[in-house]
C-alpha cells in the first residue's frame, strides 16, 4: 500500500516538467530563483523541532526524486525552521524499536538517497543540526549556516552513536580529534566554530541564511549540468579513493567532458567574450 502511494507520487512528480506541486505532510516543496531553477525543501515539522520520522524522510526522498527528474532544476536547497534544521531521528519513534526490527528492515539506510543525488544539493542551516539532522546536513553538498547555528552528535547520551555516517562524515570534515570529543560527550559546535573547522562554507545572519543558499543554487544551476554533476562526482569520489585513484577518474571525467557540445561552448564563448548558453549536453 504504502509502496503503490510512493510509486504513484513519484511518476505523478516525474509527469510535471517543473517543480512538484504536491503537498506533503512534513515539508513544503517549491522552486527557487529568477528561473526558477533550483528546487527548495523545507522540512517542516516545526513543533518536534523538525525531528526525522521516517515519513518525512520517505518525503524529502520523493520531493529529492522529483528535482532530480526535472531538467530545468540545477541545484537544491534544503532547509529548516529558524529554531531547528532538524534535531535528530525521531527519539520516540525508535525508543521501542529491536535490535530484529532495525536490523532486518535496514533501519535508516534508505536516508543514503541523498548522497546518490546527481544535482548540487546545499544545506541552509539555521538553529540545531544534531544528531540525523546533522547528518543530513552533511550529506549535503555544501553547507551555509545562521549565525545561531549548533551542529552535534549527541546520539551518546541517548546510549546510542550516529547511524547515518555521522562518526565518518564528521572526521572527514573537522579531523579525527573535534570529531571524536563532539561523538564521544555529545557536545555541540558552534556556526562560527563549524566555519573555521571547514565543516560549514560560510555563516550568515539567521534571516538572510536561506536566501544566500537560494543565491548559490541559482549560480550553480547556471553553469553546465553536465560539468556540474561530473564536477560533484568527482569531489565527493575523493572521500573513497586514493589520490591516485582519484585522480585517474578526474582526468577520465575532464576527458569525456570533450565529447559534449558545452566544452565547445564554453570555451568558444569565453574566446568571444560572450556568455555561454549552456545545452547541458
Ligand atoms: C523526537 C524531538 C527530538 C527528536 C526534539 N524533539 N528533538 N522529538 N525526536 N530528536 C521534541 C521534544 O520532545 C519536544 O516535544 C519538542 O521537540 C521541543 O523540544 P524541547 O526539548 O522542548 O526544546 P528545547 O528545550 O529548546 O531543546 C532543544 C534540543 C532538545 C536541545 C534540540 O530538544 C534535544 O536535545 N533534542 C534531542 C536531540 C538529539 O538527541 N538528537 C539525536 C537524536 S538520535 P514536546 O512534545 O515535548 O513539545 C539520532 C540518531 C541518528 O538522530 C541516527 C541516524 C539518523
Redesign the pocket.
Known sequence: MLCQRLLTRVLQTRAFSTAPTLSYEYIITETKGEKNNVGFIKLNRF???N??CSPLMTEVSEALTGFETDPKIGAVVITGSDR?FA??????E?QNMEFPEVYTKQF?TK?SFLKQARKPVIAAVNG?A????C?VAMMCDIIYAGEKAFFGQ??I??G?I???G?TQRLVRAIGKSKAMEMVLTGEKMSAQDAEKAGLVSKVFPVEEVVGEAIKLGERIAGMSKVAAAMAKECVNAADNLSLDEGERLEKRMFHSLFACKDQKIGMTAFLEKKQPEWTDS
Request: aromatic letters at 6%.
Open positions: 513543533k518536534a523541532l525531528a526525522l531547528a534535531a535528530g531521528a525521531d527519539i520516540g525508535m535508516l536516508w540545531f544534531l544528531g540525523g539532522g547528518e549527541p546520539e547520551n541517548l546510542v550516529p547511524g547515518a555521522g
